[in-house]
């Protein structure tokens, strides 16, 4: 099993920054890409979630095109750690952000944490 232990959310004003991340660990055989996706209360019936950022193990980023420009995504293979840096938030970026690691073994999630950021 893998287990990941996400840290870094919190309440922020509008125009401020949080720092999210993801830590991995247990039966780690080769990670693939790691993740952040997100899931607003709209969400929460449908259980959608929507992809936020993405790297793979060679460092190519994907980002949604609603947060290109303000947060990056980044990660340290040495500590299996996944790391989102959210500038200028929003309050449309309030939502319960989860991590993600996908494995040669397996597809992987963390609990979840809350940003909320006020108006």
């Known amino acids: 099993q893998v287990q990941l232990v996400e840290s870094g959310g919190g309440l922020v004003q509008a125009g401020g920054s949080l720092r999210l991340s993801c830590a991995a660990s247990g039966s780690i055989f080769s990670i693939n890409a790691m993740g952040w996706y997100r899931q607003n209360l709209r969400q929460v019936l449908g259980k959608q979630r929507d992809?936020?950022?993405?790297?793979?193990?060679?460092?190519?980023?994907n980002y949604a095109g609603s947060v290109k420009g303000r947060f990056t995504i980044s990660r340290d293979n040495a500590k299996n750690t996944v790391y989102l840096q959210m500038n200028s938030l929003k309050p449309e970026d309030t939502a319960v952000y989860y991590c993600?690691?996908?494995?040669?073994?397996?597809?992987?999630w963390g609990q979840g944490t809350q940003v909320t950021v006020s108006s």
């Open positions: 993600y690691v996908r494995t040669t073994a397996s597809q992987n």
């Open positions: 992809m936020v950022a993405t790297i793979t193990s060679g460092g190519t980023t």
